[in-house]
């Protein structure tokens, strides 16, 4: 290819990819848009930059001014979190967990977290980080539903570890990617003092609901450690971040961060942390009216779904408290074929497993899909237009029609709320 064909062909599939999804329906749970004031920030000299080590404290020379910043929206990190100390130095949650699981375990450990279709992320599993890190890992019990971690049984997990002669339970994983309701972790943090092990809460997909004040607070409500993504329901730049319990001695903390820096970073993508304080700013200003719309509008899309007559997860709580809905498209032809006939009109989710599923049975084609509407949300989308959505899901997966016209039609001429 010749360079300038290519230079053309990169420029332009980058534009055409932008305006499609423009006129999409973008409900992976798992993404979100950042503001035109943070992507003003966002590329920058520091794009170009190291700055190794902590604020004042560098390896190397020139990283003054990117010092002053670092600080500050640390500081804002630190209040919006309530934690006693921050670390942003990671470039995903992905990173954020294998730094976080090797504070809290050693190889060989033993590790309770969520299996896949209860909600796991793949980092907190045998394929993934958790894995990756030598630990045994159980998966926590649920109750019937699925959808909720079992605490009386795993009580009776926890005792069966400890008395095992081969191994320890050094840590929980809280959290998840398929997350409708809040995780038990006061009851497993005053476990977790009786029986000796640590409680790691994975906050990626909620952070932005944590923030806002509309979800459970997990660090207040004593989880040991939050590692987060900083880009699904908190709306900042891609990256990660770890939070710490103010309980925690500062020695401990010194001693964990060595995991971050040199354990798991060199550089840190400087660029991230000026746009990073953009997004807390813009929470500090509108979280709470963020958060409480999100979740107002994926509970009326979970009833409209409902009503229109898609299977939707755990009805009888009330479908969800957070920022996604779960529905079960077996009888549609699977979350596969539903994603990909979404997709023919602009409408993006994923396919997903639900709770209990053998994952052996149906690995390319589970029953679920998984729908978020954080970045609708942010797209200033209310609750009457999450009744219309609805219908569209019923014309696509129920009667087989083409919507596309109608999803752009509902997508234009709409502007990135909650900024500053
Ligand atoms: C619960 C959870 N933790 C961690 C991650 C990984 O985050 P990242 O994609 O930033 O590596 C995800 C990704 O979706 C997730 O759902």
Redesign the pocket.
Same mark, same amino acid.
């Given at each position: 290819m010749k360079v300038e064909e290519a230079k053309q062909f990169i420029i332009s599939k980058v534009r055409e990819s932008g305006e499609w999804r423009g006129e999409c329906l973008n409900m992976i749970a &798992?993404e979100n848009v950042t503001s035109p004031l943070l992507d003003s920030v966002y590329i920058s000299d520091f794009y170009h930059r190291y700055a190794e080590g902590d604020p004042f404290s560098r390896y190397y020379q020139g990283t003054r001014v990117f010092d002053e910043i670092e600080r500050m929206v640390k500081t804002l990190a630190k209040d919006a979190l309530k934690a006693k100390e921050v670390d942003l130095r990671l470039v &995903?949650?992905?990173?954020?967990?294998i730094a976080a699981i090797s504070m809290l375990s050693k190889p060989g450990d033993s590790i309770i977290s969520s299996s896949i279709p209860n909600g #796991? @992320?793949?980092? @907190?599993n045998v394929m993934g980080a958790a894995g990756l890190l030598q630990n045994r890992i159980n998966s926590f019990p649920t109750t019937e539903d699925g959808y909720h971690i079992d605490v009386d049984e795993t009580k009776k997990l926890v005792k069966i570890i400890n008395e095992s002669a081969f191994t320890r339970l050094s840590m929980v994983i809280l #959290?998840?990617?398929l997350?409708l309701f809040p995780h038990p972790v006061k009851e497993l943090s005053d476990l977790g003092k009786e029986e000796g092990f640590k409680v790691l809460y994975?906050a990626?997909?909620v952070l932005g609901l944590i923030v806002g004040g509309e979800f459970q607070q997990p660090l207040r409500e004593g989880a040991d450690l939050m590692?987060?993504?900083t @880009?699904?329901t908190f709306f900042g730049p891609? #990256?990660?971040l770890i939070a710490f319990n103010s309980k925690l001695s500062d020695e401990s903390i010194a001693m964990f961060r060595k995991n971050v820096f040199p354990g798991v970073s060199s550089n840190h993508h400087l660029h991230r942390i000026p746009a990073l304080g953009i997004a807390f700013l813009e929470f500090k200003k509108h979280g709470r009216e963020y958060a409480r719309q999100t979740v107002k509008n994926a509970k009326a899309l979970a009833q409209a779904l409902n009503e229109n007559g898609l299977s939707v997860e755990a009805e009888e709580f009330g479908f969800t408290e957070s920022h996604q809905v779960a529905v079960d498209v077996s009888k549609q032809g699977g979350g596969k074929a539903c994603a990909q006939k979404l997709e023919e009109s602009n409408i993006i989710v994923n396919k997903n497993s639900l709770p209990k599923e053998n994952l052996k049975e149906n690995p390319d084609n589970p029953k679920g899909l998984r729908i978020g509407v954080q970045e609708l949300t942010r797209r200033g989308f209310k609750e009457s237009e999450m009744k219309e959505i609805a219908i569209l899901f019923k014309e696509v997966l129920v009667n087989n029609k083409n919507v596309k016209n109608k999803v752009k039609e509902l997508t234009k001429n709409r502007k990135i709320e909650y900024t500053i």
């Open positions: &798992s &995903s949650g992905t990173v954020a967990n #796991g @992320h793949l980092s @907190h #959290g998840g990617s997350f994975d990626a997909h590692s987060s993504s @880009h699904k891609q #990256g990660g």
